[in-house]
């Protein structure tokens, strides 16, 4: 079985879930398509449609003229005789064409796993087929990191020498994502992670941990405990030691020396 923070028997509880829902009420382990679309919609495609559109503009100008050419004076032609509304126009046209492609190949490969808290079953779905059903029964471990990018594993005993396993990718692409991996722990016996905040903030902590002790041993400073709780007391200590070796401060006993 994987280790992880996630889905071990010994894991801290924290507030309840709140995940994401089918419109029948079945509990989304991982991110939607929608959600994993809605930052590349919204963010990312409008700077590329913002850069390209004045080749989109180019070709809404000639389409105006061509129906002015025609004789015909509508309210649309002549609105789109100005060049900074074909500007906006063809930013707006690319932004809708560039979400809707970006979109097919999500839904295509897209993996999520749908409990059915009701029925006690487990689904995987790739893409718009169903890839796997098993009863919760069946799920001997449930993992994934509280960090974005990371794959959640779910292992489904078959009878087999090793669990199936089902691979789950961005299983904490947010929040919700995350809290849906949490349900899933607790319906299948195992004991619920604390939440994606609460372990990022355990996993940021540990990272400065690890640099300060890094600072420190550059320096030959002392290490005490309290410093993994008190940054501000690291802080200090580290500026004072800097002092000492730089020869600005005498050295107190235990101080590395100049």
């Known amino acids: 079985m994987p280790d992880g923070p996630a889905g071990s028997p010994d894991g801290p509880v924290a507030a309840p879930p709140a995940p994401r829902r089918t ?3 079945a509990v ?16 990312g495609l409008p700077i590329i449609a913002l850069l390209l559109c004045p080749f989109a503009a180019t070709g809404i100008a000639q389409w105006q003229q061509g129906r002015a050419a025609a004789g015909l004076d509508d309210l649309l032609t002549r609105a789109l005789g100005h060049g900074a509304l074909q500007l906006l126009v063809g930013a707006i046209v690319l932004w809708i064409l560039f979400a809707l492609w970006a979109l097919v190949p999500i ?4 993996k999520v796993a749908l ?18 059903t098993a009863p919760l029964a069946q799920v001997v471990y449930a993992v994934g990191e509280a960090e974005r990018g990371s794959t959640g594993l779910i292992g489904v005993d078959r009878g087999g020498e090793e669990p199936e396993r089902w691979i789950l990718p961005e299983v904490a692409w947010d929040e919700e994502s995350f809290d849906g991996l949490r349900v899933l722990q607790a319906a299948a016996g195992l004991r619920p992670a604390p939440s994606r905040r609460v372990l990022a903030a355990l996993a940021r902590r540990s990272r400065r941990g690890a640099a300060h002790r890094e600072l420190a041993a550059r320096l030959g400073m002392p290490w005490r405990p309290e410093y993994e709780e008190d940054e501000a007391a690291f802080g200090a200590e580290f500026d004072r030691v800097r002092r000492v070796i730089g020869g600005k401060e005498p050295p107190r006993e235990g101080d590395p020396r100049p």
């Open 28 to 43: 989304v382990v991982g991110p939607t398509a929608i959600a994993r679309w809605r930052p590349l919609a919204l963010v």
């Open 115 to 132: 409990l059915d808290e009701d029925a006690r079953t487990l689904t995987l779905r790739r893409g718009l087929r169903t890839a796997g």
């Open 23 to 25: 419109r029948s009420g």
């Open 107 to 110: 839904l295509a490969t897209h």
